[in-house]
């Protein structure tokens, strides 16, 4: 089974700094990725997905994210944060090409930007 | 109106008692999933459901049980619960295996408190 590491899991930034969050996996083969994103008191959403094509995907609120295939990596970035960004971060993994598996999920950042 | 409903959204009980987290949504979809969030453990699989007459264990379904009673509704029980079960659940959906079609849409969260 894959497993997903979120290496960084307090995450604290002045407003217009730059972002980067770090998701490992641990799955060799083709795989589905993706960035949901919980703010204060709501339900998880998507962020951004990658499945196939260019890696480096764009997501809603100017996020993106670079699929990394040899470093089995799929970092979150954001060149100005906003204090709205504030939430918490989950990346997830799933085996790809294959509809009866499902995503597994990393443990999470939490970011808190200052004003 | 949300297309993920998740009843009750805060519910305490007592140790031993059984209770229901009930889900259900208007997106159409035939898979339904529900997790469990425990602060710095992220988002946990306790069951998932592909279609009405398909009911698979996660990776922490012991002390849980679930019922599919349509393709909208994918209820949660906890028959004798326990203040280790005290976390934040979620509901979420989506609707198969093509790249627009795995991005799961997750319901506002019940937050259950065992005393």
């Known amino acids: 089974a894959q497993s997903v590491s979120q290496h960084n899991h307090h995450v604290i930034l002045s407003e217009a700094a730059s972002l980067e969050l770090g998701c490992n996996y641990s799955y060799g083969g083709t795989v589905n990725l993706f960035w949901y994103v919980q703010y204060p008191g709501q339900h998880l959403q998507l962020l951004l997905k990658y499945f196939s094509g260019d890696p480096l995907v764009k997501g809603i609120k100017g996020f993106e994210a670079e699929f990394i295939k040899s470093k089995f990596s799929f970092n979150l970035r954001k060149p100005s944060v906003q204090w709205s960004d504030t939430a918490e971060y989950f990346c997830?993994?799933?085996?790809?090409?294959?509809?009866?598996?499902?995503?597994?999920f990393g443990r999470g950042t939490s970011l808190i930007v200052h004003p | 109106d949300a297309d993920v409903t998740q009843t009750p959204r805060n519910r305490i009980t007592k140790t031993g008692k059984r209770i229901m987290l009930e889900c259900s949504q208007t997106k159409g979809h035939d898979r339904m999933y529900w997790y469990r969030q425990d602060p710095g453990l992220g988002l946990r699989l306790i069951y998932y459901?592909?279609?009405?007459?398909?009911?698979n264990k996660g990776e922490i379904s012991d002390g849980y049980s679930v019922s599919r009673q349509a393709q909208a509704k994918f209820s949660l029980s906890l028959e004798s619960a326990i203040p280790n079960q005290t976390a934040l659940y979620f509901c979420?959906?989506?609707?198969?295996?093509?790249?627009?079609?795995?991005?799961?849409?997750f319901g506002p969260g019940t937050r259950l408190l065992v005393l």
């Open positions: 459901s592909f279609d009405v007459k398909d009911i």
């Open positions: 979420a959906t989506s609707e198969g295996q093509t790249s627009t079609k795995e991005t799961q849409y």
């Open positions: 997830a993994v799933k085996v790809g090409g294959r509809g009866s598996y499902i995503p597994t």
